[in-house]
């Protein structure tokens, strides 16, 4: 009896560090490469939402350098949304996001403001040959701070996760399939010890699944109201297929191993 219920104690353990494992592995790939990272921000500022929500911030800035443009606000700010969405922007975006990454990653994240001065003078370009009559000029050090960006408190509770983020992508999947293996082996030979993986896997990737899937639902409730819910929303959009592919792999090597384990099993007495 001791022996069954250390073994349902070890293989929950251990299919919810299987679950830590996917979302570390995963965060590991997405959040904390920075090259994926720069190429994803470059999708985000494409997405109308985060492209019109930046197009505020620059609209702000550039009438504010430029006071006579108050009354074509809507037209800078148009102007700006347009610049934003511009596949030729990628190279600018890729060295305005790395740095970023960076500070936040290194821990700096007092350091974390998205430069925008080279959007800003795109921007002004831009309105000249709507307005060639326009006497207008680029705002000075335009950046998206920590206002926009995200709490600094939330910068730098994301700093200090990456750090366990890279640990946990390798240990956790590691330890859990130890404990399933345990479990299984203390209801069993190793038949069952590598049954308990197989069925710990397919556990793994249901809860999974339903987190990405309470996940969408939240990221579509979401208020667009600031740069960074819209580009939480956008990514979640952009990323989501990644997730539920996660979920699909590790399901189907659940069930390949659960299946592995019953290949030469002699029937069962009744």
């Given at each position: 009896?001791?022996?069954?219920?250390?073994?349902?104690?070890?293989?929950?353990?251990?299919?919810?560090?299987?679950?830590?494992?996917?979302?570390?592995?995963?965060?590991?790939?997405?959040?904390?490469?920075?090259?994926?990272?720069?190429?994803t921000a470059d999708?985000?500022?494409?997405?109308?939402?985060?492209?019109?929500?930046?197009?505020?911030?620059?609209?702000?800035?550039?009438?504010?350098?430029?006071?006579?443009?108050?009354?074509?606000?809507?037209?800078?700010?148009?102007?700006?949304?347009?610049?934003?969405?511009?596949?030729?922007?990628?190279?600018?975006?890729?060295?305005?996001?790395?740095?970023?990454?960076?500070?936040?990653?290194?821990?700096?994240?007092?350091?974390?403001?998205?430069?925008?001065?080279?959007?800003?003078?795109?921007?002004?370009?831009?309105?000249?040959?709507?307005?060639?009559?326009?006497?207008?000029?680029?705002?000075?050090?335009?950046?998206?701070?920590q206002q926009a960006?995200?709490?600094?408190?939330?910068?730098?509770?994301?700093?200090?996760?990456?750090?366990?983020?890279?640990?946990?992508?390798?240990?956790?999947?590691?330890?859990?399939?130890?404990?399933?293996?345990?479990?299984?082996?203390?209801?069993?030979?190793?038949?069952?010890?590598?049954?308990?993986?197989?069925?710990?896997?397919?556990?793994?990737?249901?809860?999974?699944?339903?987190?990405?899937?309470?996940?969408?639902?939240?990221?579509?409730?979401?208020?667009?109201?600031?740069?960074?819910?819209?580009?939480?929303?956008?990514?979640?959009?952009?990323?989501?297929?990644?997730?539920?592919?996660?979920?699909?792999?590790?399901?189907?090597?659940?069930?390949?191993?659960?299946?592995?384990?019953?290949?030469?099993?002699?029937?069962?007495?009744?």
């Amino acid at each position: 009896m001791a022996a069954r219920a250390a073994s349902g104690v070890l293989a929950v353990l251990g299919t919810l560090l299987l679950v830590v494992g996917i979302v570390a592995g995963f965060a590991r790939y997405e959040v904390l490469d920075g090259a994926r990272f720069a190429a994803t921000a470059d999708q985000l500022r494409k997405d109308p939402q985060v492209a019109a929500q930046l197009g505020i911030v620059i609209s702000d800035r550039v009438v504010a350098a430029n006071p006579n443009l108050r009354l074509l606000r809507p037209l800078v700010q148009r102007t700006a949304t347009s610049v934003l969405t511009r596949d030729s922007l990628t190279p600018l975006v890729a060295g305005a996001v790395e740095p970023v990454h960076e500070a936040i990653v290194s821990g700096r994240a007092a350091d974390a403001a998205l430069e925008l001065n080279q959007v800003g003078a795109q921007v002004v370009d831009a309105l000249r040959t709507v307005r060639p009559d326009l006497q207008i000029s680029a705002p000075a050090d335009l950046t998206v701070g920590q206002q926009a960006l995200g709490a600094q408190q939330a910068l730098e509770t994301a700093a200090k996760a990456a750090a366990w983020v890279t640990l946990a992508s390798w240990l956790s999947p590691l330890i859990g399939v130890l404990l399933l293996a345990v479990a299984g082996g203390l209801r069993g030979g190793p038949r069952s010890a590598l049954r308990f993986v197989g069925i710990g896997l397919i556990c793994a990737a249901t809860v999974f699944a339903v987190a990405v899937g309470v996940g969408a639902f939240a990221a579509r409730s979401i208020t667009v109201t600031s740069v960074a819910s819209a580009s939480i929303k956008a990514a979640w959009t952009q990323l989501a297929p990644t997730l539920w592919i996660l979920a699909g792999i590790a399901a189907v090597i659940g069930v390949v191993v659960t299946a592995v384990t019953h290949v030469g099993e002699g029937p069962r007495r009744t």
